[in-house]
């Protein structure tokens, strides 16, 4: 009877985390976040403009979001890449294809966070971007003008759009970003993680793909979504288990 009763202890909880488990890694698939012009779902959109058109398969923004994304000072927030002047055509291409993953990937579940903000819902962190999408990145732009290292906060918005706020100065961006790490890390605080991985590695996401070949990032969110859900799995476990075993030994004693 006893055993009997150890027996259901040990593996009743078990089961409940497997399915637990399953569970948070789909609701971390095929996501789009809560945030100020994503769709509530993904799903194919044919006609997705210009470099946002990889994700024309299966999409978190629309046509009207992709084309908004190639305009400075678009309707999206008003951002004006030209701050410091005008911005390389080079370096402005990785901005435009920045905001064309940021609204239209449906990959970056693992990585949404809450927050508490007007415009948006939900954010995300620390997603691994390829080093190589960081460095091209960083220098294409290196010798374009900025004057902050965050780009989220701090500007001044009197105009509509953001300035330079008194006390900065425009200086190039490897003054203000001296690593692609710098830059890619810093300017949407946090929202991306330089990783140490390479495109294809699977293992870190790609703001640039080839849609011939399917989208990269699918498989890597799945197996973030598995390794954060995983790590619950062993912490639920093991916790039972631990109980067990005190069970038992009280039992025998
Ligand atoms: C997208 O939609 C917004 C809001 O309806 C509108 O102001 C804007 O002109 C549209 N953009 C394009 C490119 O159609
Ligand atoms: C903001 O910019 C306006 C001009 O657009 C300027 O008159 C004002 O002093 C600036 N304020 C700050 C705090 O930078
Ligand atoms: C990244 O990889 C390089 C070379 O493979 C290695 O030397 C370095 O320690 C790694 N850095 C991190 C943060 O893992």
């Not at 009207?64 to 994304?69: G, R, Y």
Request: with cysteine.
């Amino acid at each position: 009877m006893a055993q009997l009763l150890l027996l259901l202890l040990l593996v009743a909880p078990g089961w409940g985390a497997q399915l637990k488990t399953t569970q948070d890694r789909t609701e971390l698939l095929n996501v789009c976040m809560d945030a100020k012009h994503h769709k509530e779902k993904p799903s194919p959109e044919d006609n997705l403009h210009g470099q946002c058109s990889p994700w024309k398969k299966n999409s978190c923004c629309n046509t009207n979001i992709s084309q908004e994304a190639h305009k400075d000072i678009s309707y999206l927030y008003r951002f004006n890449w030209d701050h410091c002047g005008k911005m390389n055509a080079e370096c402005k291409q990785h901005f435009i294809q920045d905001t064309c993953f940021y609204e239209c990937s449906p990959n970056l579940g693992p990585w949404i966070q809450q927050v508490d903000q007007s415009w948006r819902k939900e954010r995300v962190l620390d997603v691994p971007l390829c080093k190589e999408d960081c460095q091209r990145w960083w220098e294409d732009c290196r010798t374009s003008y900025t004057c902050k290292t965050n780009w989220h906060k701090g500007w001044n918005w009197t105009s509509g759009h953001n300035q330079c706020p008194v006390g900065t100065t425009c200086q190039r961006f490897d003054f203000y970003f001296p690593t692609p790490a710098a830059m890619c890390d810093l300017i949407w605080s946090h929202s991306y993680k330089t990783s140490n991985y390479s495109r294809g590695s699977g293992r870190c996401m790609q703001m640039w793909f080839d849609p011939a070949q399917g989208n990269p990032n699918e498989k890597v969110a799945e197996f973030y979504a598995e390794a954060m859900s995983g790590a619950e799995t062993h912490w639920v476990l093991a916790c039972p288990l631990l109980l067990s075993q005190v069970l038992l030994f009280w039992l025998l004693s």
